[in-house]
Every structure is written in structure tokens, then in C-alpha cells.
Nanobody, 131 residues
Framework: DVRLVESGGGLAQAGGSLTLSCVVSGITFYDYAVAWFRQAPGKEREEVSCIVNEDGTIYYADFVKGRFTISTNNAESTAYLHLNNLKPEDTAVYYC????????????????????????WGQGTSVNVSS
């Protein structure tokens, strides 16, 4: 079975930092792209960032503006999202997702990666930022 397990969420103050982890099992991690999405209370899910493991291509949503960094450790089949300079509006449940890397590499440019079909999802980890 394919599993994505997020961790690292919690409480943070505005301006603080958190690092989210997504441990992936059941697939060949290198062949997949991993993305982070988030959903704030009462709002629709939105894309945050995506990385294609095979070629290292990275996409960020516009609102990230250098505050967040996505990375992976292929040896540990783990993706990370480093959240810096957190703001109260970053409060949300953060989800990681995975799909075939070639699909994202070929079709994900121009912001289209967020609308691709992501095959596998984690259960989410909650981030709460206080002002």
C-alpha cells in the first residue's frame, strides 16, 4: 500500500518557523513528484509547492514569496516543507501528495501542476500561527 505520512505541524508565533515532513512508502520515491497543499478553515484547498524528484524542478505558489522551501531526501523517501516567517494567514492543515514525476515535468509548468491529478495523499498536519 502507498502511504504518505505528514508530521511537524503545531503551534508557532508569527515570524517563527516550522518544518513539515512527509514520509512516503509503497512507491519508488525518485519516480514521483511530491507537492504540498493546504486548507485553511472555511476555505478551499490551495497549492503551496511541488518538487519533481527526478530532475529537481520546483514550483511555488505566488504567495510563498521566498518564505517556504521545499526539499526531499530521496534516500529516506521524505519530502520537507520549511516554513519561515510564518504569518497568521498560514494557519491551515497542510497535506502532501504524490504523483508520477514525468507527468508533472511535462505538464506542470505555468502553474498547471496544481491542477494535475495527484494520486496519493497524506492525512495532513495542522499548523496554527498566532499573532
Amino acid at each position: 500500500d502507498v502511504r504518505l505520512v505528514e508530521s511537524g505541524g503545531g503551534l508557532a508565533q508569527a515570524g517563527g518557523s516550522l518544518t513539515l515532513s512527509c514520509v512516503v512508502s509503497g512507491i519508488t520515491f525518485y519516480d514521483y513528484a511530491v507537492a504540498w497543499f493546504r486548507q485553511a478553515p472555511g476555505k478551499e484547498r490551495e497549492e503551496v509547492s511541488c518538487i519533481v524528484n527526478e530532475d529537481g524542478t520546483i514550483y511555488y505558489a505566488d504567495f510563498v514569496k521566498g518564505r517556504f522551501t521545499i526539499s526531499t531526501n530521496n534516500a529516506e523517501s521524505t519530502a520537507y516543507l520549511h516554513l519561515n516567517n510564518l504569518k497568521p494567514e498560514d494557519t491551515a492543515v497542510y497535506y502532501c501528495a504524490a504523483t508520477w514525476g514525468r507527468t508533472v515535468a511535462e505538464k506542470g509548468g505555468g502553474g498547471r501542476w496544481s491542477s494535475l491529478y495527484w494520486d496519493y495523499w497524506g492525512q495532513g498536519t495542522s499548523v496554527n500561527v498566532s499573532s
